[in-house]
């Protein structure tokens, strides 16, 4: 017995032993993976010494005599904090995650590599002028020599039992490619999904149940947009209230447009300088999108520039910012910047297809997709004139999407560094390559000013926009839009302007952009009557409109759901008795954590729209994963309102109008009591808490604790400035005024590093969540890092 327990003893110490062993080469493994913070790295190439000053966040500013040094040094710096960020954006881009991941991405990069994006990066950088390839040439330089000085791979490539590949100056270029997917990759499904609409739908039915504007948009040129009356059709389309499969309103989990931007004229400032306020709107994960930066050298006169903002890892410039002269945020425009075009195949020569300018011989591109421990899997992609080919149900369909274009790519937002005002800024962004945006921007004298930056369609008034053109229709848009003819606003009468990814413009000059599945306008028309209660003020009172979650729109819907839940309707259903109490009691105004009500009225709102549209949302998802009524039509809160203020006769099967709303209240109440949980513990906070983690913690939940942010309970919604969701939500969040950068204030989720062990993994993360005004500028530095030449 006692011969037993010793080598039972001897097993016990020799596996944990083993345990700490491993538990020791792996924390070792993580540690040689930490970027380096102080020192002196020698460095060829370099024209002069480069610093990085690194303060308590891990902010950099990077110091150097010429552009191209600093290039370098942030490409190393990215390099040696998100490297796998970086390289994961470049897959998507391209359609080459499989090759990193495994057979689990190949739908995703078959959807992906349909557009060739790596083909047009690759022709893209060539056809660049020389200065913008030397900057991409010597970024790379910089990301390769950042990633050899590691002194052990990104962590994520030792779980992957792989090697990262090194980066090219054309990966720099599909970084960019990977912004339109997640800005306007929605486009090709809400195309498909207003197809099947228009072919199952009257024209009448359409125009109702498809507006193009509403009550609640607050464009920037007109106070309103005053549309005339729509009459309401006689009889419904056949899909609206189709039976539900499932219980649940998918659509209530979703919070996906939130982008905002805001601007005061130096006549509203206390300083006199313009302050433009930005919080681009995201998906969050870490590591997180942005990486701050501030990036200094001598112009040509041997001034400095100070360029300051956010930097996207891949890419060697600011994205959003101020240069000390002007400063400019983006939002998501949500134009029409993709078009299906029907083509016709001939049946004995499927490469031989026919457009409305006659027949044409397509091209056929064979790409190969690698596949990590897998057989590669090779595609035909057939491409014609106006786009590559694709089939849905037995039609074939020409993608002409902006981003194919050329010029869709480019380093032009860089001469953002050197701007001196408005209008050159709006130059500037009219020849950016990049995801049509709204940019807003102003200038240390003062003014402020609304246009788009990217690439703009050669459109003006196409009939069939927004909707897959048949055949006979004509071709779509040719070329580009000329920057004379953009939209734009500037110096406004009140001093101020708004974006809020809804319709910007009520004039003609609207068509310019199309309608791409802009929001519904209510944010943007707090946001605007928020700017104007707000008078004359400085970067702290502009930062607090950003903080706003008045639920000022769901307060209506409140009102209906406490209507429908009369006497009659409570009197022997003692849940929705309890239903309307906490409506009435637990109601604070806010989209707040603590707001029973609030959550019963979203609940009740999406329930709405699962009782009308979750049928339909059904068909649409099986004609083109992903696509529903709310991709088709995000003003469906204003169909549904209407539809309940006319309650029109025989639009309902079955029931009528009021049988409907307490069918949506009683959805309701089964989702928000599902597994028995009480419906008075229904908080807004126990439905909205955050996930924000690494990509890794899907694969391997047990890492957990060491990649994910906090389980934060967050105040905001949809319809309102502060826009929140669970994985979904502000970027940064950033007031500056041009020239008056130390009073700026900014803060965002995450950190700036993407490892775990790093100091600054989770680096002002906690500020972003309590929405404190943290400055805009670096602290003192803390670290530094200097680069000579070798």
């Not at 990104?154 to 090194?166: C, D, H, I, K």
């Not at 072919?199 to 005339?228: F, G, K, M, N, R």
């Not at 000013?449 to 069939?464: D, K, V």
Request: glycine share 10%.
């Amino acid at each position: 017995m006692g011969k037993w327990v010793r080598w039972s003893w001897r097993l016990l110490l020799a596996c944990l032993a083993t345990w700490l062993l491993l538990a020791l080469v792996l924390w070792l493994f993580l540690r040689g993976s930490l970027a380096q913070l102080d020192g002196e790295l020698p460095a060829s190439g370099l024209t002069a010494e480069v610093t990085a000053l690194r303060d308590a966040l891990g902010v950099p500013t990077v110091s150097g005599s010429n552009r191209l040094d600093v290039a370098y040094a942030t490409g190393y710096l990215h390099a040696q904090e998100r490297y796998f960020q970086m390289d994961l954006m470049r897959r998507v881009a391209a359609g080459e995650l499989a090759g990193l991941i495994g057979e689990a991405a190949l739908e995703s990069d078959r959807e992906h590599r349909f557009h060739r994006f790596r083909a047009r990066a690759v022709s893209t950088l060539a056809a660049l002028p020389e200065a913008d390839r030397q900057l991409l040439h010597r970024y790379a330089a910089g990301v390769n020599a950042g990633l050899s000085a590691l002194r052990a791979r990104p962590f994520e490539y030792g779980l992957l039992r792989t090697q990262p590949a090194p980066w090219q100056p054309a990966d720099s270029l599909l970084v960019v490619w990977a912004m339109y997917f997640d800005l306007q990759g929605h486009q090709e499904r809400r195309e498909l999904a207003r197809g099947w609409l228009k072919a199952h739908s009257t024209a009448e039915q359409l125009a109702y149940l498809l507006p193009e504007s509403s009550s609640q948009d607050a464009p920037l040129d007109t106070p309103d947009i005053v549309s005339p009356p729509t009459a309401t059709p006689a009889q419904a389309p056949a899909w609206l209230g189709l039976p539900v499969p499932g219980k649940q309103a998918g659509l209530a989990l979703r919070s996906a447009v939130g982008s905002n931007s805001w601007a005061l004229a130096g006549s509203r400032s206390t300083h006199g300088s313009a302050i433009v306020a930005n919080d681009m709107h995201l998906g969050l994960r870490l590591p997180h999108i942005w990486y701050r930066a501030v990036l200094q050298y001598p112009d040509e006169q041997g001034q400095t520039r100070r360029i300051a903002g956010v930097t996207l890892p891949g890419a060697p410039l600011v994205v959003a910012g101020s240069n000390g002269r002007v400063a400019w945020g983006f939002t998501n425009s949500y134009g029409d910047y993709l078009d299906l075009i029907e083509v016709e195949r001939d049946p004995s020569q499927r490469l031989r297809i026919k457009t409305a300018a006659g027949w044409e011989t397509a091209r056929v591109h064979t790409e190969t997709l690698q596949v990590k421990d897998g057989t590669a899997v090779t595609m035909q992609i057939a491409e014609g004139s106006q786009g590559p080919l694709r089939e849905v149900e037995g039609r074939w369909y020409a993608v002409r999407w902006i981003a194919h274009q050329p010029g869709a790519v480019n380093l032009n937002l860089r001469q953002m560094e050197g701007v001196a005002d408005l209008v050159a800024a709006q130059a500037v962004a009219h020849s950016a390559g990049m995801p049509a945006q709204n940019m807003v921007a102003g200038d240390a004298a003062g003014h402020i000013g609304w246009t788009i930056a990217g690439m703009l369609p050669g459109r003006e008034a196409l009939p069939q926009a927004s909707f897959p053109y048949p055949i006979a229709a004509g071709l779509s848009w040719q070329g580009r839009l000329s920057p004379r003819d953009y939209p734009r606003l500037n110096d406004p009468a009140d001093g101020q302007l708004w974006t809020a990814n809804s319709r910007p413009l009520g004039g003609e000059l609207y068509r310019r952009m199309g309608d791409g599945g802009a929001d519904l306008g209510a944010r943007a028309r707090q946001i605007r009557d928020g700017l104007t209660a707000l008078g004359k003020g400085n970067e702290l009172a502009a930062y607090g409109l950003a903080l706003d979650d008045r639920a000022l729109y769901l307060a209506g819907w409140r009102e209906r759901a406490l209507d429908a839940l009369d006497q009659s309707a409570t009197a022997t259903r003692p849940q929705r008795a309890e239903f309307r109490r906490l409506l009435k009691e637990g109601w604070t105004g806010r989209a707040s954590v603590d707001s029973v009500g609030y959550r019963l009225t979203r609940a009740y709102l999406y329930a709405l729209y699962a009782e009308l549209f979750g049928g339909l949302d059904a068909q649409l998802g099986a004609l083109e994963p992903g696509a529903d009524f709310d991709l088709a039509n995000p003003r469906w809160p204003v169909v549904v309102a209407r539809l309940l203020d006319e309650r029109p006769a025989g639009w309902l099967k079955e029931r009528d109008w009021r049988g409907l709303e307490l069918a949506a209240i009683d959805r309701a109440i089964a989702e928000l009591t599902a597994g028995g949980r009480p419906l008075s513990e229904a908080s807004w906070g126990q439905r909205n808490t955050s996930r924000i983690a690494h990509p890794f913690v899907q694969l391997l939940p047990a890492l957990k604790p060491w990649l994910a942010a906090p389980a934060d309970a967050f105040a905001g919604d949809e319809h309102m400035p502060r826009v929140a969701g669970p994985a979904f939500g502000a970027s940064q969040r950033m007031v500056v005024a041009p020239g008056q950068e130390a009073q700026g204030i900014f803060n965002m989720p995450g950190g700036q590093s993407g490892h775990p062990l790093s100091p600054f993994f989770l680096a002002g993360h906690a500020a972003w969540v309590r929405g404190e005004a943290t400055p805009f500028l670096p602290g003192p530095a803390q670290h530094t890092l200097r680069f000579v030449p070798k």
